[in-house]
T-cell receptor, first 112, second 114 residues
Framework: GESVGLHLPTLSVQEGDNSIINCAYS??????FIWYKQESGKGPQFIID?????DKRQGQRVTVLLNKTVKHLSLQIAATQPGDSAVYFC???????????FGKGTRLHILP | DVKVTQSSRYLVKRTGEKVFLECVQD?????MFWYRQDPGLGLRLIYF???????EKGDIPEGYSVSREKKERFSLILESASTNQTSMYLC?????????????FGPGTRLTVL
């Protein structure tokens, strides 16, 4: 079965608020984690990644947090905008492995 | 920028037809992947290829085959399409294993089998 999962299938957030999307993984050997964004009718697009030797990484309006103790990953989106409406997937990888394991995704709804 | 293209955005086929889905990447990536995406099931790996003429089964290879004759092109073949193969098909590519290999995705092909 999948080793990566998400706590909530759907998240609704007020425009302008911060969004937090959570993800749990079970493979302690995973050392690379990625967040993807998939807009309707499009393929997943890379947002941000983090290696296991880090616990936080920031991008433009996005921050990924990694807690290896509890095998938890989160994506924080600051000042959520209508364009952030999408399905967000976390994914894990062992760096010597070609394959990435994807979670089922969380749909982010932006409320006006 | 990496570009992964898929031959069709939408495809409608009849049960029993042979279906070819084509994927091309322009970044000289060694690895290429085919996934299907279904509501509530996420992305499931069908096959992947780590080199020309090399392939490995993913999680759900039954009913599918693949071909990689050139590095930039990876084809997914449905030998005899069935209605349960109606799905969104996504192709991806990445650099060789050993690197932190983010996968780059194409736009997807939505296949309907009638």
């Amino acid at each position: 079965g999948e080793s990566v999962g998400l706590h909530l299938p759907t998240l609704s957030v007020q425009e302008g608020d911060n969004s937090i999307i959570n993800c749990a993984y079970s493979n302690s050997a995973s050392d690379y984690f990625i967040w993807y964004k998939q807009e309707s009718g499009k393929g997943p697009q890379f947002i941000i990644d983090i290696r296991s030797n880090m616990d936080k990484r920031q991008g433009q309006r996005v921050t990924v947090l990694l807690n290896k103790t509890v095998k938890h990953l989160s994506l924080q989106i600051a000042a959520t905008q209508p364009g952030d409406s999408a399905v967000y997937f976390c994914a894990e990888n062992i760096s010597r492995d070609d394959k990435i394991i994807f979670g089922k995704g969380t749909r982010l709804h932006i409320l006006p | 920028d990496v570009k992964v293209t898929q031959s069709s955005r939408y495809l409608v086929k009849r049960t029993g037809e042979k279906v070819f889905l084509e994927c091309v990447q322009d970044m000289d990536h060694e690895n290429m992947f085919w996934y299907r995406q279904d509501p509530g099931l996420g992305l499931r790996l069908i096959y992947f290829s780590y080199d020309v003429k090399m392939k490995e089964k993913g999680d759900i290879p039954e009913g599918y085959s693949v071909s990689r004759e050139k590095k930039e092109r990876f084809s997914l073949i449905l030998e005899s399409a069935s209605t349960n193969q109606t799905s969104m098909y996504l192709c991806a590519s990445s650099r060789w294993a050993g690197a932190y290999n983010e996968q780059f995705f194409g736009p997807g092909t939505r296949l309907t089998v009638l």
